[in-house]
């Protein structure tokens, strides 16, 4: 199959409504933005003796809506103009608080203002006192970022740091896997793919890095086959999401070398300089 027709089918699939045998909502309404950073909440919870985390690990909260829980709806619904008005005025009311700063990250992400959010991530690699867990989150941040730009050595940098201490996380080891696909090293990235497990209940990282290994030639498979069969096991939300990475990194028009970087733009950040 041509890949402008598997590209084509793929965005068409994002576009699709959920089924009711999904058991999912359309958007994403979890209270997290990644593990790492639900954990590294609620370690700090926990360690304060709080009871109605910023970020609950579960999801839910009893608690009426924080403004970070609103900006992060909104981010989660694609609302990324409302989600940076929201987490703005969260920053304002908590000043220097990492989940809402990795988040105000993300939004402006999203809004490509890259060299705003290199600003903001540069920000908190320069602070000591993150916990750990914290920094787990903002190294895991910091490739999301590079890979978004498709900065691929930066991101996969990022992400093998954060994976010596989880090496089991495969929706990291996904994302380390785009990252090698975009700097060209097929072999890497076939070694990570063979490392991830079919039908695993948690992510269906296996059947994206089996797309991702067709789409750059590395294999024979059917990377549209790979993304549909992740749909039928894992419903059209959780697919969705996924596909929302995939397409950003493989059906850019932009060069392998990633975004030209903004005159005057800050460097991004080395990957573990907050360990």
Known sequence: MKRA?????LVALLALPGRAADNAPGVDTNITIDPAIAKASAEADRDAGNTAPL??????????QSLYEKALLNYKAGKYNAAKLLIDDADAETPGNAPIEML???ILAELHDFHGAHQVLNTLYDRTDLSPAYSAALTLTNGDLNLRERRFEDAGKAYAAYLVDAPADADTKLKLIYAKI???DLIAAGKLASELQPMDATTPAYYFAHA???HSGATNGDEEQDI???RTIYGITVTNRYLKTFLEVFSS?????GATPVPGAPKPAPSGKAQ
Request: hydrophobic letters at 40%; glycine letters at 16%.
């Open 5 to 9: 027709v598997v590209v084509g089918s």
């Open 55 to 64: 970020a609950s690990a579960s999801g839910t909260s009893s608690a009426p």
């Open 104 to 106: 105000k990250v993300r």
């Open 182 to 184: 975009g700097v060209g």
């Open 212 to 214: 991702a290994l067709a």
């Open 228 to 230: 549909e069969q992740a």
């Open 253 to 257: 028009d932009k060069g392998p070398a």
